[in-house]
């Protein structure tokens, strides 16, 4: 079984910064990529920021400049710096990572089970 671990969500006011910290254990061969997903009330779930194995980042345009994603070297663990927050990137963060089970051909994707970012005017 494999688990998403999250923490760093947070209150905050416009301007403000906070770091979101994602730790994958568990029986897993392989991660690739591992993102940030995130859901604001009423609305989908959308995509925030994805790094591949390699370092190959992808970011929402509406975080591009402020957020930053980062991976821990030789370690399922991924970052999401987050920087100059608005009022609109308020919403529950979810971390997800696309991995391969020991002796599976297929991939599946895993989430966390969210964490609340609410950032304040």
């Known amino acids: 079984q494999v688990q998403l671990v999250e923490s760093g969500g947070g209150l905050v006011q416009a301007g403000g910064s906070l770091r979101l910290s994602c730790a994958a254990s568990?029986?897993?061969?392989?991660?690739?990529?591992m993102g940030w997903y995130r859901q604001a009330p009423g609305k989908q779930r959308e995509l925030v920021a994805t790094?591949?194995?390699?370092?190959?980042?992808n970011y929402a345009d509406s975080v591009k400049g402020r957020f930053t994603i980062s991976r821990a070297n030789g370690k399922n663990t991924v970052y999401l710096q987050m920087n100059s927050l608005k009022p609109e990137d308020t919403a529950v963060y979810y971390c997800?990572?696309?991995?391969?089970?020991?002796?599976?051909?297929?991939?599946?994707?895993?989430w966390g089970q969210g964490t609340q970012v609410t950032v304040s005017s």
């Open positions: 790094i591949t194995s390699g370092g190959i980042t």
């Open positions: 568990g029986s897993i061969s392989y991660i690739n990529p």
């Open positions: 997800n990572a696309r991995g391969w089970s020991p002796g599976s051909v297929l991939p599946y994707d895993y």
